[in-house]
């Protein structure tokens, strides 16, 4: 019922990123595109996967300095001090590192959101800026 | 012209729920394919794996005849690739307009959108400022596929367009639906309600349990053979 590749849609915005030959059908254009298109290592996204590693590092890392802590007190020897010293380091390192990983996961959704919500609203204030211009 | 969209032995599952068992299907450029089944049969499951929102554990996504499996839905969805969901997916709390606006993300410009589809949907244009969610079912569903062609898909995944909406409206939803396909793009429709889309489809697939039973010429060979695929008598 239907004749294949023989696109009649007008093309993108020139502006747009898949501008090309005026005259390409679409699904020439798509099979393009596609040719073009990065596969991501899905090993790569694994943005869960980061997440709760940066929880554990940051709980753990906490955890660990805490004892650390607690370790050099309860002690005179000042090998077990010195021992202490570099766990708590290590784990304020670690909790750093976590909390880091952790912000990165949690936060990239929900900033992603808001940035999209700001470039509406400016784009609206704009409209209603040239709108009251246009009527004056 | 070699298939647009092709499933490959996909396999695919909701928690530890296997919901599709090897499913293969393709669908070539101006071609429209109606995916039938009962409820549950894991119509809405291939729609996503197609648009890469749901990953397939086993099998391959092919687009264009490059292997897509495990590229990201935003990558897809730039591509060419727009999937329609079931329950219209249009923005209830802005206006049709501003619904529209929302696509601009694509690369066309605000009246480019609005010229395709005030010349394809008219009635839009009468309600342009009006809220979607005070459309009626029939006006949100054409406000759906607006919000889809204003992408410039090559793709179109469409999922229960005619759920709660009149016969008459959803007969000239899918007229639309046909020109669509005329214009090059590649349609997969999913229906519960075989006869809507029968009419309008190249070829059809019936969906039993994560199955393709049956796949090919939607006569009256496969109208006959529905009921007890559906009810699973089928052999």
Redesign the interface.
């Known amino acids: ?13 020139e ?5 090309g030959p005026p005259d390409e ?3 020439d ?3 393009r ?3 073009e ?4 290592d ?1 090993a790569a ?1 694994r943005a869960a996967l980061w997440l709760r590693l940066g929880a554990v590092l940051m709980a753990a890392g906490v955890a660990l300095a805490a004892a650390a802590y607690a370790v050099s007190h309860g002690t005179r020897d000042p090998l077990l001090q010195r021992d202490a010293i570099t766990l708590g380091l290590g784990g304020v390192t670690a909790a750093v590192a976590g909390s880091a990983l952790f912000l990165r996961y949690s936060l990239t959704g929900f900033l992603r959101f808001w940035m999209a919500r700001q470039s ?1 609203d400016l ?1 609206r204030l704009a409209d209603r800026l040239l709108e009251r211009e246009a009527r004056r | ?1 070699s298939a ?1 969209l092709e499933l490959r032995g996909v396999r695919a599952a909701h928690g530890r729920i296997t919901v599709l068992h090897g499913v293969s299907l393709s669908v ?5 394919v109606a995916l039938l089944g009962p409820n549950g049969a894991g119509k809405t499951t291939i729609l996503r794996v197609a648009a890469g929102v749901h990953p397939a554990e086993s099998g391959r996504l092919l ?4 292997d ?1 499996t ?3 839905p935003g ?1 897809l969805a ?3 690739v727009c999937l329609i969901p079931e329950g219209r997916g249009v923005f209830p709390n802005l206006s049709v307009r501003d619904n529209l ?2 696509m601009t993300f ?4 605000r009246a ?1 959108i609005e010229e395709i589809a005030f010349t394809r949907f008219p009635v839009l244009a009468g309600r342009a400022g009006q809220t979607a969610g005070t459309l009626s079912g029939g006006e949100q569903q054409m406000l759906a596929l607006a919000r889809g062609l204003a992408t ?1 898909p ?2 179109l995944l469409l999922d229960e367009l005619s759920m709660g909406l009149a016969p008459l409206v959803v007969g000239r939803l899918y007229e639309q639906v ?1 020109e669509i ?6 349609v997969l429709v999913v229906e519960q309600f075989a006869a809507a889309v029968l009419g ?1 489809a ?1 070829r059809a697939a019936v969906l039993v349990r994560g199955r393709i039973e049956r796949q090919g010429d939607p006569g009256d060979g496969l109208r006959a053979e529905l009921s007890a695929l559906y009810l699973g008598s089928a052999t």
Request: charged content about 20%; cysteine-free.
């Open positions: 019922m239907s004749t294949p590749g023989t696109s009649t849609e007008p093309g993108r915005n502006n747009g990123p898949a501008a059908a679409r699904a254009r798509f099979v595109e596609l040719a298109l990065k596969i991501p899905p996204g509406y784009a | 012209m647009l070539a450029a101006g071609e429209v687009l264009g005849g490059r897509v495990g590229a990201r990558d730039r591509a060419g606006l929302m694509a690369g066309r410009t480019e410039d090559a793709v046909a396909a005329r214009q090059g793009v590649a309008i190249d």
